[in-house]
């Protein structure tokens, strides 16, 4: 698989939700081709070091969301998406980490010109 699922475990978000998360968007910005295979349920629950029913969960809801499937033999494959469905996914979450962004900048007291320079940097610099 050519990402990598970083897992929090203080964050509050179960962690098959954050596998879930961070396969759907890896899917729908194009990192997880169609044909690729994520790795077997009992392989990545050993990199993660997780329960293997945390990894079965987080595939299951995504053969239910219909961006991956099980194929006999092959495992879950990445099947195609309606581009429009994986444009409005990435700009939801997009929007979401804005709105996490800005309350963060206002709780550090920043003017918006300093998060403006702070976005800059960053853009800059990923």
């Known amino acids: ?15 098959y ?8 968007s890896a899917i729908y910005s194009g990192d997880l081709p169609v044909g690729d295979r994520l790795p077997s349920l009992r392989q990545l629950a050993a990199d993660l070091r997780v329960s293997l029913m945390t990894v ?5 809801d995504l053969v239910a969301e219909r961006v991956v499937v099980n194929e006999h033999g ?9 581009p429009d469905q994986a444009r409005d996914a990435l700009r939801h979450r997009l929007d979401a ?13 920043l003017s918006r010109a300093e998060l403006d320079t702070l976005l800059d940097e960053k853009w800059s610099t990923t």
């Open 56 to 60: 079965t969960r987080a595939y299951n």
């Open 74 to 82: 092959r495992g879950f494959v990445v099947v195609a998406v309606d």
């Open 1 to 15: 698989m050519a990402m990598q699922i970083l897992l929090s475990t203080s964050s509050g978000v179960p962690m």
């Open 17 to 24: 939700e954050q596998i879930k998360t961070q396969i759907r």
């Open 97 to 109: 980490a804005v709105t996490d962004v800005i309350g963060a900048a206002r709780d550090a007291r």
